[in-house]
């Protein structure tokens, strides 16, 4: 028989899969763990059961969330549903406006924000801008391209056969446009057409073929004409699909008719998309033309300008951007998703997005040695917790990219790059997230709850889910404000006790003993289970492994409830011959815990322990020493 002493000092390889336990060898397989449910990770390497999410509001419905930061202290949070928008501020709804977006558009919805205005995008619906004015009352309204003596400065194509002409019938005035080809449609009707650089505005569409219009620029002659172009955005060509803004220009990536070409504003004057005679500050536009389809998904402004395509990754170079030095280059295959938007988000300087398959993070970083980015896959030992993501945020105070996924759940990853640390860990809540927003330091979510849709914010203070805590002065019985959680059993934490479950009756909850202070909501159990030992696989063939003894590492922890062999049993963190005092709170410990183990485990693929708690209590791992012994 062998004795062996194992040390497991960080997690930093987060939640691995099961096709690695062959894999003793890798650096992921000594930093990860077999299941890590329901718990953030530590940069440093420890972990801690994840903070509760506390109810602010119920949302109208299913949506999105964005965020709209001011300044570093005015800070709001965008709750996009059906035709509204809800704003909310230190979690107070403070507004809500009308908004164009139906609910199965939302997921579609593209933005970017620019000091007090926020723009929005959908190819099918036309560009809008959300502002703060000066009393702080915001207002959704369309853009307004440059206008400059009735003249639009704002992109043009010609969408036709580069063969088919127009015939205007007089130079001046109110004319007719007759094209030598059906090109027309009824919506149409208030387009704009430059026709020879002049520019005309279509006030009735009389056939395919003919239109009436109204001259704003003195046209040159009234002859057949190839050189002619209509506004490149309107009801009939579909509108902007993603926009940013890089090098003091607003730029539009894709539409829904054109989804491969970009347009640069002027330097400076955000919606002047006039090309004039190509000078340094005048907009820039050109197609993204290769070997396949490139419709873009998402464009980034990082070191570069980064554009996201459904078949590749570009990045457009320039320094500064102008119409002579502009460059675009391809410099990876992967691709982003087709059917939603999800937005890049950046991370120490890499961009991360969803790979086009749906289950891949990729890490889009600029490589001084390459010259050139490469996109790298954080999941590769992990697929599992990632699953098929469908919206992402970063929170750079906790250091963790939220993913949700489209089964409800969500996961997260601890990175941070200079420690090599990619740390996946995968959550669970009752209910269905459907989208997530950090809005300063504070990370928010809407989940779906049995029909409701509830907005949430993430509380280190917190223990439970859909929380609300309360404080009065004299004890009290009766809490009550939880109408909507209405029906449903719920954890309750009194003056630090954790209680029987109750279900909400009547928007409120009876204790049997009055208290000062309550925290009740929906509970959720995290889980730590370690991969096998990956010494036992060395040398002679091992028929049997005994867990002797483990030390638990623990900081600012309440409750250990561990499974060495025998069951899940609640392990005691009082100090040998300490009292423990009825209904007080446990104690707030920051020490070893040693437990010891009996029996002898055949199944050498299984964890040789097991830590799983409901309780809505403060725990922390930091390292775990264990003593086993080998029998062959």
Do not use: C
Not at 36 to 52: D, K
Not at 184 to 211: A, C, W
Not at 215 to 226: F, N, P, Q, R, W
Not at 487 to 496: E, L
């Amino acid at each position: 028989m062998t004795r062996i002493r194992q040390i497991k000092t960080n997690f930093t390889a987060g939640e691995v899969s099961r096709d690695l336990l062959g894999r003793g060898d890798l650096r992921a397989y000594e930093n990860g763990a077999l299941t890590l449910r329901n718990l953030f990770i530590h940069p440093t390497g420890g972990v801690t059961r994840r903070a509760g999410l506390g109810y602010i509001d119920t949302a109208a419905g299913d949506g999105r969330l964005i965020s709209f930061e001011f300044n570093t202290e005015q800070t709001y949070l965008m709750v996009v549903t059906d035709n509204q928008i809800d704003i909310y501020a230190g979690g107070v709804n403070i507004q809500t406006i009308s908004a164009p977006w139906a609910s199965s558009q939302i997921s579609q919805l593209v933005w970017t924000q620019s000091a007090d205005t926020l723009l929005l995008v959908h190819p099918e619906q036309s560009p809008k801008k959300l502002l703060r004015n000066a009393l702080g009352i915001f207002i959704l309204e369309d853009w307004s391209f440059f206008t400059n003596n009735n003249v639009v400065e704002q992109p043009y194509y010609k969408f036709a056969d580069s063969v088919v002409t127009l015939t205007p019938s007089a130079t001046t005035g109110s004319i007719t446009l007759n094209a030598s080809a059906s090109v027309f449609e009824s919506g149409h009707e208030d387009t704009r057409l430059r026709i020879g650089g002049k520019e005309v505005l279509i006030t009735m569409v009389n056939s395919p073929t003919v239109v009436t219009a109204t001259v704003i620029e003195t046209l040159s002659g009234t002859s057949a004409t190839i050189d002619w172009a209509e506004q490149a955005f309107s009801p009939v060509r579909g509108y902007p699909a993603t926009v940013a803004f890089h090098q003091d220009r607003l730029v539009i990536g894709g539409s829904r008719d054109m989804p491969n070409r970009l347009w640069f504003s002027k330097s400076g004057d955000l919606f002047n998309f006039d090309l004039g005679t190509g000078l340094d500050d005048e907009s820039i536009e050109f197609a993204i033309l290769s070997d396949q389809v490139n419709a873009i998904r998402g464009i980034f402004s990082g070191r570069h300008l980064q554009v996201f395509t459904s078949g590749a990754e570009w990045m457009v170079t320039g320094d500064p951007l102008t119409p002579e030095t502009v460059q675009l280059n391809r410099q990876t295959r992967v691709g982003s998703r087709t059917d939603r938007y999800i937005p890049p988000v950046t991370v120490d300087g890499a961009t991360m997005f969803v790979a086009r398959n749906g289950n891949e993070i990729r890490e889009f970083l600029y490589t001084d040695v390459e010259q050139a980015y490469q996109a790298t896959d954080l999941a590769l030992v992990s697929r599992h917790v990632l699953g098929r993501p469908v919206d992402q945020d970063f929170d750079a105070l906790r250091r963790l990219l939220f993913i949700v996924r489209d089964d409800g759940k969500f996961a997260t990853l601890t990175i941070y790059r200079a420690e090599q640390v990619a740390a996946w860990t995968l959550h669970e809540t009752y209910g269905s997230v459907k989208s997530v927003s950090v809005v300063g330091d504070d990370v928010y979510m809407l989940i779906e709850r049995d029909g409701d849709y509830f907005i949430e914010l993430f509380d280190d203070t917190l223990n439970l889910d859909s929380a609300l805590t309360g404080e009065v002065d004299d004890p009290a019985t009766e809490w009550s404000g939880l109408d909507h959680l209405e029906g449903q059993s719920v954890f309750i934490v009194a003056d630090g006790v954790v209680l029987d479950a109750q279900t909400v009756t009547g928007g409120l909850v009876t204790l049997d003993e009055p208290a000062l202070r309550v925290e009740i909501g929906l509970p959720y159990t995290h889980i730590v289970e370690p991969l096998p030992p990956a010494a036992i696989g060395e040398g002679a063939m091992i028929r049997k492994v005994r867990l002797i003894e483990a030390l638990f590492r623990v900081k600012d922890t309440q409750a250990l409830r561990l499974d060495v062999g025998r069951g899940l049993r609640d392990v005691s963190l009082r100090h040998l011959g300490e009292e423990e005092i009825l209904d007080a709170p446990p104690p707030l410990v920051s020490r070893d815990i040693s437990v010891r183990a009996l029996g002898w485990q055949k199944e050498l693929s299984d964890p040789l322990w097991r830590i799983e708690q409901s309780a809505p209590l403060p725990f922390t791992l930091l390292s775990v020493m264990t003593e086993i012994k080998l029998n062959d």
